[in-house]
């Protein structure tokens, strides 16, 4: 008896990895990320986030990576040193230059470097998830808004 062979697109473990991927993305990952950020739910207040530390940590995370990459791009695009891929426009550009605020892993790293005690304060980390999902949110609609399909309305 010979097995016949199994057409790679449609094999059992890709069809799997096809089913886990929507719900590894949005739910699964992100509360991991969630979980492992340290941040106590318990004791949180509002003054905790509007604190000086988190909202100027949020404010670089969202503003200055946004602007940062965005400005950079545009520069090199201007000056006819790079150019936009074909089919990408500016608002494109903008969403994607959003969504690099999303520093979650890196700016927990980069705080423990910067600040004295090693390790991110509870201050640190509510900035960083604050910066990162704005960024997220934003980025995604404004690449939801720029990205529409050739023959839909707008």
């Not at 910066?131 to 404004?142: M, P």
């Amino acid at each position: 008896m010979t097995l016949g062979r199994v057409d790679a697109a449609n094999s059992p473990l890709r069809r799997l990895e096809q089913d886990l991927h929507t719900p590894v993305a949005f739910a699964i990952l992100p509360l991991f990320a969630f979980a492992n950020s340290g941040i106590d739910l318990g004791g949180m207040s509002m003054q905790m986030i509007t604190h000086p530390i988190p909202l100027g940590i949020a404010a670089g995370l969202f503003v200055g990576k946004q602007a940062g990459v965005f400005l950079a791009s545009a520069l090199l695009i201007r000056s006819g040193l790079a150019r936009l891929p074909e089919g990408v426009g500016w608002g494109a550009l903008y969403g994607a230059s959003l969504l690099c605020g999303i520093g979650f892993t890196m700016s927990l790293f980069v705080a423990s470097l910067a600040f004295p005690d090693g390790a991110p304060s509870v201050d640190e980390r509510i900035g960083i998830m604050l910066g990162s999902l704005l960024s997220a949110l934003a980025g995604y609609a404004v690449l939801r808004l720029s990205t529409r399909p050739a023959g839909a309305q707008r």
